[in-house]
């Protein structure tokens, strides 16, 4: 069967046809400058690959190479030529922008112009809630369960919330009635809950689901009040389905068909921006609203990168890119120009505020570079993610710090051979459902510890810590340390022991014995556990001396 080159773009298309295991494709074309195609699954429309390609010099002969066998049709969807100004139709990037990029009317508007100052871009927008709403709203629903049905409306933190709202969409001059009918649910479900007396993680999810259903309405709204058309579209309707983890949701491999069906098909008949909540999504059993867990939006903007194949994914905050350590730790942290996939997945899941734990994977797995911004200030660089980068000159990239973290020492009673030991230490957790982050372990001891953010997100942390406990005694003996921190090194593998040779000095200089050290054996990441009341003084020590010294000097 032959596959087919389809010009969806011209006046005139001419088609290509090509034997399924065509590997490569000259194509003659009149036309000059750039062309650029994307692959699709004629099945269900998601895009394989996008394939972009230049005039080979004065001979207007393109070459366009596809996975013969994986490609049945090509279809045009970009063609820039200068000469003809003929339609493009494809969306291109897609740009991020978090609670504090869109925190009141006056962000929204500078949101807008950076946009537009992208002529080039046809970019997908993802939104966060306004400035700290999700907080506010988790607070309203912890005060609804106690303050009794008739006091919902005297719950500062929902007048706030709508005053917010009310007063973003006035000066920005759109209706209120846009968000007005949301506000309305939004204190019904207060009363709701105030009337249950309790607030259970689906409520909890349905409720600050009306930040971003909010912020992405009023924005939209904006953009076609000044000329530029833009659709809003809520994450839950359009394809984004979760595991049922209410407050914690996994995106699940449907999303991606999903969601580039939906927006692709909506772009190619009637282009508009679209503006799409982050953070949200649809459980696949109950079919209600989910979160991906707070910070969830990044992980919302690189799903829609993999699903339609953009060229970029652009993350926009209120900081100049990842930076050396966290600024509010130590102020004199420096942005990374450059990071990994790998790097930016451990920087984030050891605590690193700036980016989702999960929202480096689907940009690794569709090898799409991220970009992060600072929406105060867009001429800064910024930092750029991608699969790989030149690493000659690297030593540590950044340090991240995650406080409040348990630790466990656990020392075999020898009732139980060395795999039977490692084994069922783990197979406890298994059973418990609880995330151990690092490990280090020998023949008949083993120390870990325990991911915060999974426990936080749950009730009963005590019992639950005392119930891993009694499980452990069963076969060992069990010290339980709380109020550990992790710092994490994330660094130059090739380089650990120039890192740790200045770690360790830096540390005895400052007095501070560290209680357990972890390093993978192909890992970008060290972590050392300290005491929490030592660790942040111990990250801006670490800080001067790798980023704010001459490294020859750490050779001394
Ligand atoms: N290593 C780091 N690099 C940059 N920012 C960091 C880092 N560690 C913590 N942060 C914090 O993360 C914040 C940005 O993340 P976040 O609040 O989620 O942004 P947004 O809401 O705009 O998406 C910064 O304001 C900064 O305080
Ligand atoms: N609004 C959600 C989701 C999010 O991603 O927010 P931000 O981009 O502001 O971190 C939260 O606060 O968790």
């Given at each position: 069967?032959?596959?087919?080159?389809?010009?969806?773009?011209?006046?005139?298309?001419?088609t290509?046809?090509?034997?399924?295991?065509?590997?490569?494709?000259?194509?003659?074309?009149?036309?000059?400058?750039?062309?650029s195609?994307?692959?699709?699954r004629?099945?269900?429309s998601s895009?394989?690959?996008?394939?972009?390609l230049?005039?080979?010099?004065?001979?207007?002969?393109?070459?366009v190479?596809?996975?013969?066998g994986?490609?049945?049709?090509?279809?045009?969807?970009?063609?820039e030529?200068?000469?003809?100004?003929?339609?493009?139709?494809?969306?291109?990037?897609?740009?991020?922008f978090?609670?504090?990029?869109?925190?009141s009317?006056?962000?929204?508007?500078?949101?807008?112009?950076?946009?537009?100052?992208?002529?080039?871009?046809?970019?997908?927008?993802?939104?966060?809630?306004?400035g700290?709403?999700t907080?506010?709203?988790?607070?309203?629903?912890?005060?609804a369960?106690?303050?009794?049905?008739?006091n919902?409306d005297?719950?500062?933190?929902l007048?706030?919330?709508?005053?917010?709202?009310h007063r973003?969409?006035?000066?920005?001059?759109?209706?209120?009635?846009?968000?007005?009918?949301h506000?309305?649910?939004?204190e019904?479900?207060?009363?709701?809950?105030?009337?249950?007396k309790?607030l259970?993680?689906?409520t909890?999810?349905?409720?600050?689901?009306f930040?971003?259903?909010?912020?992405?309405?009023?924005?939209?709204?904006?953009?076609?009040?000044?000329?530029?058309k833009?659709?809003?579209?809520?994450?839950?309707e359009?394809?984004?389905?979760?595991?049922?983890d209410?407050?914690?949701?996994?995106?699940l491999?449907?999303?991606?068909?999903?969601?580039?069906?939906r927006l692709?098909?909506?772009?190619?008949?009637?282009?508009?921006?679209?503006?799409?909540?982050?953070?949200?999504?649809?459980?696949?059993?109950?079919?209600?609203?989910?979160?991906?867990?707070?910070g969830?939006?990044?992980?919302?903007?690189?799903?829609i990168?993999?699903?339609?194949?953009?060229?970029?994914?652009q993350?926009?905050?209120?900081?100049?890119?990842?930076?050396?350590?966290?600024?509010?730790i130590?102020?004199?942290?420096?942005?990374?120009?450059?990071?990994?996939?790998?790097?930016?997945?451990?920087?984030?899941?050891?605590?690193?505020?700036?980016?989702?734990?999960?929202s480096?994977?689907?940009?690794?797995?569709g090898?799409?570079?991220?970009?992060?911004?600072?929406?105060?200030?867009?001429?800064?660089?910024?930092?750029?993610i991608?699969?790989?980068?030149?690493?000659?000159k690297?030593?540590?990239?950044?340090?991240?710090?995650?406080?409040?973290?348990?630790?466990?020492?656990?020392?075999?009673?020898?009732?139980?051979?060395?795999?039977?030991?490692?084994?069922?230490?783990?197979?406890?957790?298994e059973?418990l459902?609880?995330?151990?982050?690092?490990?280090?372990?020998?023949?008949?001891?083993?120390?870990?510890?325990?991911?915060?953010?999974?426990?936080?997100?749950?009730?009963?942390?005590?019992?639950?810590?005392?119930?891993v406990?009694?499980?452990?005694?069963?076969?060992?003996?069990?010290?339980?340390?709380?109020?550990?921190s992790?710092?994490s090194?994330?660094?130059?593998?090739q380089?650990?022991?120039?890192?740790?040779?200045?770690?360790?000095h830096?540390?005895?200089?400052?007095?501070?014995?560290?209680?357990?050290?972890?390093?993978?054996?192909?890992?970008?990441?060290?972590?050392?556990?300290?005491h929490?009341?030592?660790?942040?003084?111990?990250?801006?020590?670490?800080?001067?001396?790798?980023?704010?010294?001459?490294?020859p000097?750490?050779?001394q």
């Open positions: 069967m032959a596959a087919s080159l389809r010009f969806s773009g011209l006046k005139t298309p001419p290509y046809s090509f034997p399924k295991q065509t590997t490569s494709l000259q194509c003659h074309s009149a036309s000059p400058t750039l062309l195609f994307a692959a699709f004629p099945s269900n895009i394989l690959r996008n394939i972009s230049r005039r080979c010099c004065e001979s207007r002969v393109f070459r190479c596809c996975q013969g994986n490609v049945d049709v090509i279809q045009r969807n970009e063609f030529a200068a000469s003809s100004g003929e339609a493009e139709n494809q969306l291109t990037c897609v740009m991020k978090g609670g504090s990029s869109v925190a009317a006056e962000r929204m508007r500078e949101v807008a112009d950076l946009i537009l100052s992208f002529p080039n871009e046809r970019p997908v927008i993802v939104l966060s809630a306004m700290k709403t907080n506010k709203l988790l607070l309203a629903g912890e005060k369960v106690s303050c009794g049905v008739t919902v005297a719950i500062e933190e007048n706030f919330i709508k005053d917010l709202h973003t969409a006035d000066e920005l001059g759109v209706e209120r009635s846009i968000v007005d009918g506000l309305e649910v939004l019904q479900l207060l009363k709701g809950i105030a009337m249950m309790e259970t993680l689906r909890k999810d349905y409720l600050v689901s930040g971003e259903c909010m912020s992405t309405r009023i924005f939209a709204a904006y953009l076609n009040k000044i000329g530029v833009a659709r809003q579209y809520d994450a839950f359009i394809g984004f389905i979760t595991t049922d209410f407050t914690n949701a996994d995106i491999e449907a999303t991606y068909p999903a969601v580039a069906k692709n098909d909506d772009w190619i008949s009637d282009p508009a921006i679209p503006i799409v909540t982050g953070f949200l999504g649809k459980g696949w059993r109950s079919s209600a609203i989910t979160t991906l867990g707070r969830g939006s990044d992980l919302t903007a690189t799903t990168g993999k699903a339609l194949g953009l060229r970029e994914i993350v926009w905050k209120d900081v100049d890119g990842v930076l050396t350590c966290d600024p509010n130590y102020q004199h942290a420096e942005p990374v120009p450059y990071l990994t996939f790998e790097e930016a997945a451990e920087l984030a899941y050891f605590g690193a505020q700036v980016l989702h734990p999960q480096m994977r689907p940009a690794r797995e090898d799409i570079p991220v970009r992060v911004k600072n929406s105060y200030n867009p001429n800064a660089p910024g930092t750029l991608t699969r790989n980068r030149d690493m000659s690297a030593v540590l990239t950044s340090i991240v710090l995650k406080r409040n973290v348990t630790m466990l020492d656990i020392v075999s009673t020898r009732m139980l051979g060395q795999f039977g030991f490692l084994a069922k230490v783990f197979s406890i957790f059973d459902g609880i995330s151990v982050d690092v490990v280090a372990t020998s023949e008949v001891s083993t120390s870990l510890t325990l991911d915060p953010s999974k426990l936080w997100s749950r009730e009963l942390i005590q019992q639950e810590l005392d119930h406990v009694e499980e452990l005694e069963k076969i060992a003996v069990v010290n339980l340390l709380q109020h550990r992790i710092i090194l994330i660094g130059n593998v380089r650990s022991s120039l890192i740790l040779e200045k770690a360790f830096v540390l005895r200089t400052n007095g501070v014995n560290v209680q357990m050290i972890s390093q993978g054996a192909s890992k970008v990441n060290i972590s050392l556990i300290v929490d009341t030592e660790a942040e003084q111990c990250v801006r020590a670490l800080h001067s001396t790798f980023f704010e010294s001459d490294l000097e750490l050779d």
